[in-house]
């Protein structure tokens, strides 16, 4: 939990003036002036989030600092959040006003209140769900990834089929175990059948490893517990690289994109600070701060973190991926089969 620190200087200074003389600050353009005394009057906000909390608390305190709000932050894994959210739904609880994960659009439509953040205008098309119910804050591009020191980058495949060549990489090779989505992009590009052939021999090829996790799955490709991820999240990759791991992605068709979503809770029990927090996300200042440590902005004019990342990723054929809640448990169960997972 973030608690609202101390005020002094010229920030103190800023929370004395009027509400819209203060929104209009040029430092934080996304404070909306026409609900940002009715957000303060809330009084806090409460985030459910799959952001770890090295990078989610300092984000949110910039938010704090700005508004004078309280922000609860609680951190879990998606797949805890979306159990949390139906539980609390079930029981008739209204614990939460906004989520940030990339999970968001698999919520029932009822849950989330469909909203128009002003910085939204200055996202990428595709990271605006058509019913204006989430948001992309972050892209998520997928591609594998190598450990440097391990592997050579003249020996990378240049097509998922010549990893079928690569039996020096037997047992060597990770995948994190819910990409499915990554799997419903080859099927894209290579027709079901076609896909799930290739796949299925590059596992029996090549005893592919599934891991727990994007996060520890980037940890391991970079510390060299495995040479090569088959795929995970650019972001991650980045993360590690930046922090001065022996680690990299390469592109390959296809590139599954999705986005980390931010989406309102159609029942907060603080809708103005919801919206308000919602617009922060999606503002150059937050997302500017995200990729400090990788996250690849969904913003045009915010830059990412290494510059060329976006240019690398977009010259393959980059599938979009945006699956229901249904879609992805179909999905997950024939992930499991093709990756003899039980």
Known sequence: MIGVRAMTGALALALALPGAARAQSPAHPWLMPDILEAARAEGQLTVYSSTN???GLPLWKIFEDASGIKVNYVRAADAALMGKIALEARSGQQSWDL??????????????????????????????????????????????????????????????????????????????GTDNEWMNA?????????GRKLIEDIVSTLKVVVLDGHLAAARQIASGEYAVALNNYTMLTNNMKLSGAPTDFWAMDPVALFFGQVAINARAPHG??????????????????????????????????????????????VVPMALSGDQIKASQKLFDEIFKRR
């Open 53 to 55: 909390e090295q990078e």
């Open 99 to 176: 989520i940030n994960t990339p999970t968001a659009n698999q919520l029932p439509a009822a849950l989330m209140a469909p909203f128009d953040p002003p910085e939204a205008k200055a996202i990428m098309d595709s990271a605006r769900a058509p019913d204006r119910r989430w948001y992309g804050v972050y892209a998520n591009y997928n591609s594998p990834a190598y450990n440097t020191t391990l592997v050579k980058k003249e020996d990378l495949p240049k097509t998922y089929e010549e990893f079928l060549t690569k039996k020096e990489w037997v047992g060597r090779v990770a995948i994190e």
């Open 186 to 194: 080859m099927f894209a590009r290579y027709g079901a059948d076609k």
């Open 272 to 317: 103005k600070a919801a919206l308000l927090g919602a617009n922060f996300m999606l503002s150059a200042e937050a997302q500017a701060f995200a990729a400090k440590t990788g996250r690849i902005p969904t913003r045009p004019d915010t830059p990412a973190n290494p510059p060329d990342v976006v240019a690398r990723l977009t010259a393959g054929k």
